[in-house]
């Protein structure tokens, strides 16, 4: 495995060929990152810079170095450590300048998003000239829509950019093409579990044999069934209130949280206070469902193949070793280069029915 060092022209002046270990971990919703371990005295220190860009043929996202360690021991163990995140990282060099409205197609308003503030923006030192936006032709991601998201000034834009694609369950990434362009874009992986009869079925579990080990986690200690939703005025003066609830569980099992309705203007009719008023309420419960989350170490000589078979934000099938049996959505995949081999490390949220869709 070989990791090419480009500078900030993008012109290749390194290959990393010499390490002790390298992770390398990408994401569906979120930035990936890296880390490198190595020794000062190899031949990439030189190159090792902050700003500078990594390139590896195994994965489509590219990373930017951040942080640079370099630390010298008594008996000898000097190491140089270098790590930082991919290029998704820098959605977060903007901000909001002014409190916005988010409402209507979700691609249309995240590209405005970018466009004000990166690609086209009124201030042109603002502007990154290499940045584009490329626009998904997915119904599943043509067909969403937010209702009227307010945005405060000073948010940073990868919060808001990340905050959506969590909310509908969708990826975003921003790739280095061969022309050294930013291509920025929202994707939605494909469903290969048993619930579906147009792809291959993708199952991990011990009875296939590409399995080697696994923890899967269910926390319901933060777990709501039910919110009650409250509109407030300046004062502090209640305005109007609903619930909104993803059980009918009542008694012993109906487990409540209090909502605060922030994104209300005076201007709004009735019908758009209770419509904000169900969203707001619908975040605050899908922020505090059962926690699902599952890991594992693939077998490299597996049947199943990243990157050919599967991808970032597919959802598969997995059964445990105890056989407990679920969808999954392929949300991180960490790879891990030493002088032992490599090792793959996928990390899996578990799919429910929360709002899915809506």
């Known amino acids: 495995?070989?990791?090419?060092?480009?500078?900030?022209?993008?012109?290749?002046?390194?290959?990393?060929?010499?390490?002790e270990s390298v992770l390398w971990n990408d994401r569906y919703a979120k930035s990936g990152d890296f880390e490198i371990y190595t020794t000062p005295d190899s031949d990439i220190v030189s190159f090792v810079s902050n700003g500078y860009y990594l390139w590896n043929k195994e994965s489509e996202h590219q990373m930017i170095m951040e942080r640079i360690v370099v630390s010298s021991e008594n008996d000898g163990g000097n190491k140089l450590i270098v790590s930082g995140r991919s290029l998704e990282?820098?959605?977060?060099?903007?901000?909001?300048?002014?409190?916005?409205?988010?409402?209507?197609?979700?691609?249309?308003?995240?590209?405005?998003?970018?466009?004000?503030?990166?690609?086209?923006?009124?201030?042109?030192?603002?502007?990154?000239?290499?940045?584009?936006?490329?626009?998904?032709?997915?119904?599943?991601?043509?067909?969403?829509?937010?209702?009227?998201?307010?945005?405060?000034?000073?948010?940073?834009?990868?919060?808001?950019?990340?905050?959506?694609?969590?909310?509908?369950?969708?990826?975003?990434?921003?790739?280095?093409?061969?022309?050294?362009?930013?291509?920025?874009?929202?994707?939605?992986g494909e469903d290969r579990s048993y619930n579906q009869e147009g792809?291959?079925?993708?199952?991990?579990?011990?009875?296939?044999?590409?399995?080697?080990?696994?923890?899967?986690?269910?926390?319901?200690?933060?777990?709501?069934?039910?919110?009650?939703?409250?509109?407030?005025?300046?004062?502090?003066?209640?305005?109007?209130?609903?619930?909104?609830?993803?059980s009918d569980d009542t008694g012993l099992y109906r487990r409540e949280i209090f909502t605060t309705a922030n994104n209300i203007e005076d201007s709004d009719t009735p019908e758009q206070i209770l419509t904000k008023m169900i969203h707001d309420g619908r975040e605050t419960l899908n922020e505090n469902r059962v926690q699902k989350?599952?890991?594992?170490e693939l077998d490299p000589k597996q049947v199943f193949v990243y990157g050919k078979d599967f991808y970032l934000g597919d959802v598969v099938q997995v059964v445990d070793n105890y056989g407990i049996e679920f969808r999954a959505r392929v949300t991180e995949y960490m790879r891990s280069y030493s002088d032992s081999g490599i090792e793959e490390y996928p990390s899996f949220e578990v799919v429910d029915d929360y709002f899915e869709g809506e």
């Open 199 to 246: 792809n291959p079925y993708i199952t991990f579990s011990k009875k296939y044999q590409n399995l080697i080990d696994s923890e899967y986690v269910e926390d319901s200690k933060d777990y709501k069934t039910l919110t009650l939703v409250v509109h407030e005025n300046g004062e502090g003066e209640l305005r109007s209130e609903t619930t909104v609830s993803i």
């Open 293 to 296: 989350d599952f890991e594992c």
């Open 1 to 19: 495995m070989n990791i090419l060092i480009l500078d900030k022209t993008f012109q290749t002046v390194a290959i990393v060929d010499y390490f």
């Open 89 to 188: 990282s820098i959605l977060d060099r903007r901000i909001l300048w002014d409190k916005t409205t988010l409402n209507g197609n979700l691609q249309n308003e995240i590209k405005r998003l970018l466009n004000e503030n990166f690609i086209n923006p009124t201030d042109p030192n603002r502007k990154i000239e290499n940045m584009v936006f490329l626009d998904s032709t997915d119904e599943k991601i043509t067909s969403l829509t937010i209702d009227s998201l307010e945005c405060e000034a000073g948010k940073e834009i990868y919060d808001i950019v990340e905050g959506l694609c969590e909310t509908y369950k969708i990826g975003f990434k921003l790739i280095m093409d061969d022309d050294y362009n930013f291509v920025f874009s929202l994707y939605c």
